[in-house]
C-alpha cells in the first residue's frame, strides 16, 4: 500500500524499522521532507484516515457542537467541558477537531492543530501529537512545537523533547521557555550536565530567565514575593505559616513534585526550595493576614506556575477553606475549597 502511495523506498524502510520497534511509533517514520507533491497529499490523507481511525475510535457522545462549528482555538476549551477528571479529553476534542472540516467545511488553523497537539500530548500520547504536527499542511509553528515540548516535559520524555526543543530553538531563538523546559526534562532525568549545558546555551545567546515574582495587595498596600527571598517584614510568619500547612498537606496526601527543582541537591533541599516559591509565599501571607475572613486570596504572578506550587494550591485551599485566585502569565486558576482547579490542570 505504501508503494501505491508512492512513498520512496528509503521512508518505506523506516517505516517498517519503526514498525517492528514499536506500533505506535509507526506513524513518526516519514520525515515531511520525503515526500512531494502529490506523494505527499497521498500519504497525508492515508495517515489522515489512519489516525483518525486511532484517535478518533472512541467517539463519546460530548456537547453538541454549534452549527458554526468552534471559534478559533475553542476545541480545548471546548474539549475541557467536561475536563476536571474527564479522560477522554483528547477524544471530544479530536471530534470537534474533525467534525470543523467534515460538517463545517472550516479548515482548522494553526491555532486548532495547536490546541489538538496540546489535548493529545496532555494525554500521554505523544505520538499521536507528534504525527499531527508532522501532518499538519503547513509548517508547524513555534507554538505548536512549544506545546509538544510542555508535553514531553510533563510526561518527561527525553527524545521527543530534544527534538521539539531543536525545532523551537531554530524557529524562535529567543524562547526562553524552550530552554526552561528543556532544562526539566533533564532535571527529571537527574541528567545534571545537560542542565548546565542548556543554562551556558541560554547564556551564550543573551538569553536570561526571569526569576520568578508574586504580587498580593493586603489593606490597600502591594507585597512582592521572589522564590526563597526572605526579605518581607513578616517573613517569620509566613515561614511558620508555610511550614503547618506543609504539615498538613503532607497528611492530606500531598508529595512535592521535585522534579520541577532544576538544581542538583538532594531531595529534602528540593522540598525547601519548593516551599519557598513566590506563590506560596504570597498565599502564606495572604492567609496569616486576613485570619478569620472568607474573602478568596488573590495573587498575582509573572510566570506560569510550576506543576508544584498547582498542586500544592489545591491542597491549600482545601485545608484553609479559601478560595484562591492566581493569575499567572497564561490564565486565571480558581483554586476552589473543594481542592480543585478551575483549569482543570491544563494550563
Ligand atoms: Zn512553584
Ligand atoms: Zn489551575
Known sequence: MAAEMGIPSGALER?????DRDDVARSCAVCREDLQGDDRRRWLEARRRDFHRRVGGLREPGPPLGSQGPPRADIRERAG??????EHADQHGWRYFTDMAELHGLAPTADHFAAMVDLLGRSG??????????????????VAWMTFLTACRIHGKLELGEAAAERVYELD???TASYIAMSNIYAAHGMWEKVA????????RGLKKLPGLSFIEVDG?????SSGGKYHPRTDEICEELTRLHGLMRAAGYVPDTKAVLHDVSEGEKETMLLYHSEKMAIAFGLVSSRGSGEPIRVVKNLRVCSD??????FIARIAGRDIIVRDCN???LFSSDGKCSCGDYW
Do not use: N, W, Y
Open 221 to 225: 498596600k502591594l507585597h512582592e514575593f
Open 197 to 204: 549545558s542548556v543554562r551556558k546555551k541560554m547564556e551564550e
Open 331 to 333: 490564565r486565571f486558576h
Open 81 to 86: 467541558i467536561q475536563r476536571g477528571g474527564d
Open 15 to 19: 517505516i517498517f524499522v519503526r514498525l
Open 125 to 142: 500520547r505523544l505520538f499521536d501529537a507528534k504525527e499531527l504536527l508532522e501532518s499538519m499542511p503547513f509548517e508547524p509553528d513555534p
Open 309 to 314: 506550587c498547582h498542586t500544592a494550591t489545591k
Open 173 to 175: 531563538p529567543s524562547s
